[in-house]
Structure formats: C-alpha cells, structure tokens
C-alpha cells in the first residue's frame, strides 16, 4: 500500500500566536502536530519570505523565544515540520517595556 501526502493518523500543524509579547521578556511559542524536529521562523510583519530569525531542528512542540526587537515592530512565526507541512501564526505586535536593548531589527 502507497501512502501520498500525510501520513495517516497526524495531526495536522497548528501554531499558536502568541499573546502579549513584550521587548526583552522571554514568549513561549508553541504548536500541536505535524512531524518533528521542526523549524520556526520570525517573520516581520508576519510574511512568510521577510525572515528576521530562524531556529532549526526543533523537537518538542514548543520554544522559548527572549523578544530581542523593539516595542511596536510588528511579526509573525512560521512553522515548517519535517513532512513540509507549513503553519503560521496571526502577525502581532511587540509591547513596550522598560529595559534597554540594541534591536537587531530596526522598525
């Protein structure tokens, strides 16, 4: 028997867009299904093909990311698993805190 596209049984890839995420604060990101590792993507303003950061070969279904941009710079994560399958988060927007930082994104 021949199995084409996904395999039988998984769950389809799911990311969840994170809530509140403040400059310098530590935001976890986390998703449900597809097949590990996995690789996430930080895209500014929530397009997938504008990377700012990437981590590859993720296990697990969740990642710590310590926000290292500045307060009103807008993102989104992509999420491509090991089968190709591809999920995104909602783009939102970094809040304002009190801590000083070199950005390496500039608006």
């Known amino acids: 028997m021949f199995l084409v596209g996904s395999v039988v049984g998984q769950q389809p890839l799911v990311i969840n867009t994170p809530a509140n995420v403040v400059q310098c604060e ?3 990101i986390t998703w449900d299904g597809g097949v590990g590792p996995y690789n996430l993507t930080l895209n500014k303003n929530g397009v997938p093909d504008s990377p700012v950061e990437a981590f590859y070969g993720l296990t697990g ?3 710590t990311w310590t926000v290292n941009v500045k307060e009103g710079t807008v993102l989104g994560f ?3 698993d090991s089968s ?3 999920a995104q988060t909602a783009p939102f927007t970094i809040q304002e ?3 000083e930082f ?3 994104l500039h608006g």
Do not use: F, I
């Open 26 to 28: 530590p935001v976890l």
């Open 61 to 63: 279904n969740a990642y």
């Open 78 to 80: 992509s999420l491509k």
């Open 84 to 86: 190709s399958d591809l």
């Open 97 to 99: 805190s009190d801590c």
């Open 102 to 104: 070199l950005s390496r």
